[in-house]
Nanobody, 123 residues
Framework: QVRLVESGGGMVHPGDSLRLSCVAS???????MGWFRQAPGKDREWVGR???????FYSDSVKGRFTISRDDAKNTVYLQMDSLKLEDTAVYFC??????????????????WGQGTQVTVSS
């Protein structure tokens, strides 16, 4: 089982930027990788996904502001967050798709998760 470790969270003001990193203990090059977030009192929600071929997909709430990238040589996925809003406050998680060359659609199709990193946007 791969271990995922997120970092880069913190407290910022509206309009600021943050870049989150997710480092895997093993190779991710044949896996789609996703980012999720969970705000206080809410269900975990999907933020976006990057495919093996580096195609990216985003939720409507972050499209145009967040960018996912990957560096397979470093077993690392990134989440660049720009123009942060108060409603982006959440714990952010990265996750790996359940199988090689598999396209995860539902949250249940991600089977390896990090512990999360807190992002707080406050004025």
């Amino acid at each position: 089982q791969v271990r995922l470790v997120e970092s880069g969270g913190g407290m910022v003001h509206p309009g600021d930027s943050l870049r989150l990193s997710c480092v895997a203990s093993g190779s991710i090059e044949t896996y789609d990788m996703g980012w999720f977030r969970q705000a206080p009192g809410k269900d975990r929600e999907w933020v976006g996904r990057i495919s093996i071929s580096t195609r990216t997909f985003y939720s409507d709430s972050v499209k145009g502001r967040f960018t996912i990238s990957r560096d397979d040589a470093k077993n690392t996925v990134y989440l660049q967050m720009d123009s942060l809003k108060l409603e982006d406050t959440a714990v952010y998680f990265c996750a790996r798709g359940r199988d090689h060359y598999y396209t995860p659609i539902r949250e249940s199709e991600y089977t390896s998760w990090g512990q999360g990193t807190q992002v707080t946007v406050s004025s």
